[in-house]
């Protein structure tokens, strides 16, 4: 796992659990609200600009996208919450999908809660946050996007995204400058050999 960055592989675009793949590597998912910037952190930790598809609509991605990365663990990008023009069927559909991920699915040792870092926590990230915990499940919180931030809006934002978890620090991330990324490899790789 030194050399992320060469070999990443695309694995399936799952629209249902049935398809969820069997690997029996240890998982990493990437959760947040549609837009937050998901696919974009997947593609700077991978190293390859275009391996899961980043788009400017929001809401596009229904599904869980899984890759490899250098046949040591696996990543899964599950489709985005929150975006109102998504039909409440379809709202509906997601919610079961990544509820059946979360619930079942064994290899995954860490998620990650990527919060807009001009936004901060919204309903849906605290419903998803309170879910998490529930479950047992632990998580990273990735506060995306702070190229966009100035110094005062990055402390304001970094404090109010604290205050909201416990007081546990989030990661402070960029896909433009790469900034964070270090940080998340190395959450990563001290999960895998836990
Ligand atoms: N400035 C800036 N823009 C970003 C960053 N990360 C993502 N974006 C932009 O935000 C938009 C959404 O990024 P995605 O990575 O597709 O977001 P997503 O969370 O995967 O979205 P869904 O798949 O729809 O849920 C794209 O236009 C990206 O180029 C970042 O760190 N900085
Ligand atoms: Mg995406």
Aim: no cysteine; hydrophobic share 40%.
């Amino acid at each position: 796992m030194s050399t992320p960055k060469a070999d990443a592989q695309f694995i399936i675009s799952a629209t249902s659990p049935a398809q969820f793949p069997n690997l029996r590597l240890p998982e990493f998912a990437f959760l947040g609200r549609s837009n937050v910037g998901k696919s974009s952190l997947l593609n700077v930790l991978a190293g390859v600009r275009k391996l899961a598809k980043v788009s400017a609509q929001p809401g596009r991605t229904q599904a869980v996208n899984f890759f490899t990365i250098s046949e040591s663990i696996t990543f899964a990008d599950l489709p985005g919450y929150g975006f109102a023009k998504v039909p409440i069927d379809i709202q509906k559909s997601w919610k079961s999908l990544v509820d059946a991920y979360l619930v079942q699915r064994e290899q995954l040792v860490l998620s990650f809660v990527l919060l807009d870092g001009r936004r901060g926590w919204m309903d849906k990230d605290l419903e998803l946050r309170e879910w998490l915990i529930r479950q047992g499940r632990p998580f990273l919180v990735v506060a995306t996007k702070v190229d966009k931030l100035n110094q005062s809006e990055m402390h304001r934002g970094m404090t109010s995204i604290r205050n909201q978890n416990d007081g546990s620090e989030p990661v402070p991330f960029s896909a433009v400058t790469g900034r964070g990324a270090r940080e998340i490899w190395q959450a990563i790789k001290t999960s895998t050999t836990r």
